[in-house]
């Protein structure tokens, strides 16, 4: 199927490991069983979710060190196109511990400092890279500025950015909008909503208003938000999308957001509208959480999923 372009844009990507213990204790030496490495990182997950959904796409990473190296080699070896930028320091790894009882612990740690040069160089080369629709996603190395994204989206011009970031460039983008930097969809999860707006977000309503207030404010030209199990929302100037998928057997909530922008993303880079993009992003989110570990999306999953979506257009 034709698409445009698509670049994803991963900053501090992590060397994920996933693993089982019987029990999570302090004290005694607990020995993980049946450990898989996977390349990690917002960007790099979104890349692996379009991949495995059979689009094209380039994955431009961070990658420093003997984990760097490793990253490359897995990423590469699920057949992803990747891009590599030589990132100071080490790259950083991750690890997603379940027990027996089935919860699940996520320890991360912080990834190298960057200096100013270093973010220079960084947007520099990913606009050299960018051809289409770029996926700006995940978290900012230590001593990035907060405004890396909007300095993006202004070098990249026409409103082509996808954001879905954490932490200080989230409260940037959010608390002080570029007119000069538009962005094209901001995302984010409940959590981050919630910090955003100062207060809960507990009904659908209440996240839709939230959007709303942030595309009326400049922020982007789409806001999307997660609300948990009951699907995520979809706002613009002349949209408001509620998307609920159906209840599906949760094994891992890991990925189900890098899913949602993989095929989000994908959806809108075939041509297909806002809606469609919502519907086949919420099918991947829950194809998601139905697979083990740090694993994404599956197609055959989503594909399943997708007839069982529900989408409504609410009241504004």
Same mark, same amino acid.
């Given at each position: 199927?034709?698409?445009?372009?698509?670049?994803?844009? &991963?900053?501090?990507?992590?060397?994920?490991?996933?693993?089982?213990?019987?029990?999570?204790?302090?004290?005694?030496?607990?020995?993980? $069983?049946?450990?898989?490495?996977?390349?990690?990182?917002?960007?790099?997950?979104?890349?692996?979710?379009?991949?495995?959904?059979?689009?094209?796409?380039?994955?431009?990473?961070?990658?420093?060190?003997? &984990?760097?190296?490793?990253?490359?080699?897995?990423?590469?070896?699920?057949?992803?196109?990747?891009?590599?930028?030589?990132?100071?320091?080490?790259?950083?790894?991750?690890?997603?511990? $379940?027990?027996?009882?089935?919860?699940?612990?996520?320890?991360?740690?912080?990834?190298?400092?960057?200096?100013q040069t270093d973010a220079d160089r960084a947007l520099a080369d990913i606009v050299a890279q960018a051809a289409g629709l770029v996926v700006l996603s995940g978290s900012q190395p230590p001593g990035m500025d907060g405004a890396f994204p909007q300095q993006l989206a202004r070098a990249l011009h026409a409103g082509r950015l996808v954001l879905d970031t954490s932490g200080a460039a989230l409260a940037q983008v959010v608390g002080q909008p570029d007119p000069a930097a538009p962005l094209h969809v901001l995302r984010l999860d409940q959590a981050e909503a919630e910090e955003q707006a100062a207060h809960p977000l507990p009904q659908v309503a209440d996240v839709l208003e939230f959007a709303q207030k942030l595309v009326a404010r400049g922020v982007a030209a789409h806001v999307c938000i997660a609300h948990g199990a009951n699907g995520s929302v979809l706002a613009g100037r002349d949209l408001a999308l509620h998307c609920r998928p159906p209840q599906v057997q949760v094994a891992s909530k890991v990925g189900a957001g890098d899913s949602f922008t993989g095929a989000f993303t994908l959806s809108l880079a075939r041509g297909q509208d806002m809606a469609q993009a919502l519907l086949t992003g919420t099918a991947a989110a829950a194809a998601a959480v139905m697979t083990d570990g740090t694993a994404l999306c599956r197609r055959a999953d989503m594909q399943a999923i997708l007839p069982e979506c529900t989408l409504q257009t609410l009241r504004a």
């Open positions: 199927m034709a698409q445009t372009p698509i670049l994803t844009v &991963t900053l501090n990507p992590a060397l994920d490991l996933s693993a089982r213990v019987p029990e999570m204790v302090a004290g005694p030496k607990l020995r993980m $069983t049946d450990p898989v490495y996977e390349p990690g990182g917002g960007g790099v997950n979104v890349a692996r979710a379009i991949n495995a959904l059979d689009g094209q796409v380039r994955a431009w990473v961070a990658l420093g060190g003997s &984990t760097g190296a490793q990253h490359y080699a897995l990423l590469h070896a699920q057949g992803v196109d990747v891009h590599q930028f030589d990132a100071p320091g080490d790259t950083r790894q991750s690890w997603a511990i $379940t027990d027996g009882q089935g919860q699940q612990f996520r320890l991360q740690l912080p990834g190298a400092d960057w200096t």
